[in-house]
């Protein structure tokens, strides 16, 4: 899943803005760049982790930190370190260092900067250097990356996922040992299918919680250290306040204009999805959601001239957050909403019993948005696009996350049925070369022509 | 109706009848499964690749087939299939889309590859009336609970093929499908055994029209068939100076013939491989005794022991190590790995298999095969200079 990057700001020079449309900007919550301290101070303990005695747990797939934090280890989030490598452009190293083993420019790109990242960490250790000026503003970071004291894959839906982290466990030689997660598809084909109902959502609800127990045992095995499922309890505690808060926030953008859109929901993922769950992320969820309410009694949108709302289909395109952000800005769109952020992390809080969460997390595990089938997932699509009001969407083809592009075109026609425009663009998770900037320009200018023809006519 | 050839009197004009009767039924599949519906009225169920048993659609009274990748260009379909997906994807899409499959009575899922839960999907909007039977097996085959959660797989699935049949499916029924089942595996791998003993002269192309046909053909009928067939080959040893190789690859679908046939043309000759068309279809038996459920549980479960899978976790087994083991004892000069464009568990574990050939100085030839049209020529170039250097460092 992700990290944040950095977006541009509203009239800052930060990062070059795409010519293209009015030239108007996203009008960022300022509340989102008080949450970048809170990533980078995750990512600093992380670093100091070691040096406190900690062990390091390497994992990927759900959101999965609470049972790690619950018991003091560190985690590190694969798809996360991808990229944050991504976001200090230390990305291309790394996929250039697996490219060279034979990785296959075609392969999940985060999967590839992880390889490619720890191949790199490898040669590091076999040479006791870096492989890199002292002076490369990646040193320092690359240096301090701990390596794991055990691998943990938890992988809704996503095979590519899984052979990751089978790969991941050969570089280090078998050594370090390794637990595999298994979160099956809720296909839906049974009578009583439905979304969180039905006896195929019972049954692999069990089958996800017994899992999460044996993990906890396998964390027992590995640190010397009994579990306690009161200080899961206790951690969870706060995810579900924060997911809750989140949420509500979220819904809150059912409003005209939207005061937030998709993309300060994207930079605010990390939060939900691999930092500790302390009051932390309480408190940035509440104040999300204040300045949400004060937007809304102001009237303020995320986007200054809002005529058009966007639903974003697809894994985000984590080089191009900000330059994507003021794309749509720049055509008065706001992308009010999206499968990945509003479909996810936790978006169904009131499941977790705090008594006993495990199975609660195992739902919601189940639950990420590819792993229902079709039929369903698209009905809960459907929904969330009728909440906001959403008059198109915006379907982000990412070149190797075929998790996310499988039934697009599926999506597509069922919007196209409800009235809605869709329109394709390519792009990738992690791999910046797959983005072609004048195809985007050019649907996305026709799709806004057409949304404007409509709104005449009506 | 394919197989109403006229019958050869002399032996080696049987041994091509036969050889003839494989080649039109893997060339033509569905047309030989409708043929089959037609005439005998039963059931036919289309599995997908590459760990669904096709024993208890048989025990069902069905004719279950392995769905193939055809040869027509992908068109229909890239409406709804994108073109960075495998071929096999693709092309089943795109035979879903032009109707080919709408005379199957179901379709039995099983896989955790993201891209076949893609079409999964799109194959259930598109063929609404077609029961899917979908029950996905585990994946992380050394987990503490992967045979309980594989004999509920295969438990559910029982069930479910009762249902769509209305009739119970006894034990005894299984038991006997997988007799007849274990039977056609091992007459093939019988053949394999002379192939790689030298024994026998058949191509890759020949070899792959005997499996792919038994992923199509009534197993009784194919099994006949292969009596005759392997009674009739030891009259035709290969040429001595050919360059041994073994193929490894090309999971879920067939490669394609032209490729295949560029091995002996170059002057190699296949000795072994491990390609899904191919020995690991049939390297693994079932117990015909006790629960047919635990039975098939444990084949599930085990049969990456006989060859190793990269899309099923398993900490202990290593592709390169087998293929390594498998190149020794097959005698082969070289490796050649054919891999389908966008396969990503191949191209996850690739890397480990050049690199375990490199530190043995065993040549290998990496081939990424697509659905669409091959630089033929190019690829002719580089499997001439594969097999020159296969040849001389044998000699040196």
């Known amino acids: 899943m992700q990290m944040t990057s950095e977006m541009t700001p509203p009239g800052g020079a930060k990062v070059a803005s795409p010519v293209f449309g009015n030239g108007m900007r996203a009008n960022r919550l300022s509340t989102t760049k008080r949450g970048g301290k809170l990533v980078n101070d995750y990512w600093a303990d992380l670093f100091r982790a070691k040096e406190e005695g900690k062990k390091i747990v390497w994992y990927n797939g759900t959101y999965i930190p609470p049972f790690f934090h619950a018991h003091d280890v560190a985690w590190v989030h694969g798809e996360a370190w991808a990229a944050y490598l991504a976001a200090k452009h230390g990305e291309m190293p790394a996929q250039q260092k697996g490219e060279a083993r034979g990785y296959d420019r075609e392969l999940c790109s985060y999967a590839r900067t992880h390889i490619g990242q720890a191949l790199i960490d490898l040669e590091k250790l076999k040479n006791g250097t870096l492989g890199i000026d002292d002076d490369d503003p990646r040193a320092e970071t690359m240096r301090k990356l701990p390596a794991p004291d055990m691998i943990i894959n938890a992988y809704p839906y996503c095979s590519s996922g899984q052979q990751w982290d089978d790969i991941t466990y050969r570089l280090f030689g078998k050594k370090i040992p390794i637990f595999t997660i298994s979160i099956p598809l809720l296909w839906g084909g049974r009578p009583d299918a439905g979304y969180m109902q039905g006896e195929e959502w019972q049954q692999r609800s069990q089958y996800v919680a017994k899992q999460l127990v044996a993990m906890t045992k396998f964390l027992e095995e590995h640190t010397g250290r009994k579990y306690d499922f009161d200080r899961l309890s206790e951690v969870m505690s706060y995810v579900k306040k924060a997911a809750t808060l989140r949420m509500e926030a979220m819904d809150l953008c059912a409003a005209t204009p939207a005061p937030a859109s998709f993309f300060d929901w994207i930079v605010s993922i990390a939060h939900v999805n691999f930092l500790p769950g302390t009051q932390a992320i309480v408190d940035y969820f509440e104040d999300v959601k204040a300045e949400i309410q004060q937007r809304i009694a102001d009237g303020v949108g995320a986007v200054p001239n809002e005529k058009y709302r966007l639903f974003f289909d697809g894994m985000m395109n984590w080089n191009k957050v900000g330059w994507l952000a003021d794309k749509f800005a720049a055509v008065d769109a706001t992308v009010v909403a999206g499968r990945y952020t509003h479909m996810s992390f936790w978006q169904e809080p009131q499941l977790v019993d705090l008594k006993n969460p495990v199975l609660g997390m195992a739902q919601n595990y189940l639950i990420c948005p590819n792993n229902h089938g079709a039929p369903i997932m698209i009905g809960e699509i459907e929904r969330v696009c009728d909440k906001f009001n959403i008059d198109g969407m915006v379907m982000h083809a990412s070149r190797t996350c075929r998790g996310m592009t499988n039934s697009q075109f599926l999506i597509a026609d069922s919007a196209k049925k409800k009235g809605r425009q869709a329109m394709f663009f390519e792009g990738d998770v992690a791999d910046e070369s797959f983005y072609k900037d004048e195809l985007l320009n050019t649907r996305l200018e026709a799709m806004i022509e057409t949304l404007e023809a409509k709104k005449r006519a009506a | ?396």
């Open chain 2, 1 to 396: 109706m394919l197989l109403d050839s006229t019958v050869s009197a002399n032996p080696e004009g049987r041994l091509k009848d036969i050889l003839a009767k494989f080649e039109a039924v893997a060339a033509n599949p569905l047309e030989y499964a409708r043929d089959f519906k037609r005439d005998s009225g039963k059931r036919v169920i289309g599995l997908f690749p590459m760990h669904f048993p096709g024993e208890l659609a048989h025990a069902a009274g069905a004719l279950p087939i392995v769905l193939q990748a055809d040869d027509e260009p992908v068109t229909i379909g890239q409406g709804s299939v994108f073109n960075f997906y495998c071929g096999y994807n693709r092309s089943i899409v795109d035979q879903a889309m032009r109707g080919e499959f709408a005379f199957l009575d179901a379709i039995l899922f099983g896989d955790h590859c993201v891209q076949l839960l893609g079409t999964a999907d799109i194959i259930r909007d598109h063929l609404p009336d077609t029961p899917i039977l979908f029950n996905q097996l585990i994946s992380i085959i050394d987990a503490e609970w992967a045979m309980e959660e594989t004999q509920g797989t295969f438990r559910q699935l029982w069930r479910e093929l009762e249902d769509l049949t209305g009739e119970k499916i006894s034990d005894d029924q299984v038991r006997h499908s997988i007799g007849i089942f274990n039977r056609n595996r091992a007459l093939i791998r019988q053949i394999y055994d002379m192939r790689r003993a030298g024994r026998i002269a058949l191509t890759g192309s020949q070899m792959q029209h005997i499996v792919k046909s038994s992923m199509i053909m009534d197993k009784e009928t194919h099994t006949a068939l292969l009596e005759e067939l392997v009674a009739k080959l030891e009259a035709a040893p290969p040429a001595n100076n050919a360059v041994r190789v073994y193929l490894s690859g090309h999971l879920c679908h067939a490669a394609k013939l032209p490729i295949l046939d560029l091995v002996e043309e170059c002057g190699g000759v296949v000795v072994d491989d491990d390609l899904y068309t191919g020995y690991r279809y049939i390297a693994a038996d079932v117990e015909e005794t006790g629960s047919p459920v635990d039975a098939l549980s444990r084949w599930y479960l085990e049969k990456n022991k006989k060859i190793p899978c990269p899309t099923r976790a398993d900490k202990d087994l290593d592709w390169e190590d087998f293929l390594l083991a498998q190149v020794d004892k097959s005698g082969a000069q070289g490796l050649i790995v054919l891999m389908v464009k966008f396969c990503e568990p191949h191209m996850y574990f690739y890397p480990e298999i050049k690199e375990a050939f490199e530190r043995r100085g065993i040549p290998h030839l990496m081939i990424e095969t697509e659905h669409e049209e091959m630089p033929m020529e190019a690829l002719k170039t580089r499997m001439e200079t594969f097999l020159e250097i296969a040849k001389r460092r044998v000699a040196a």
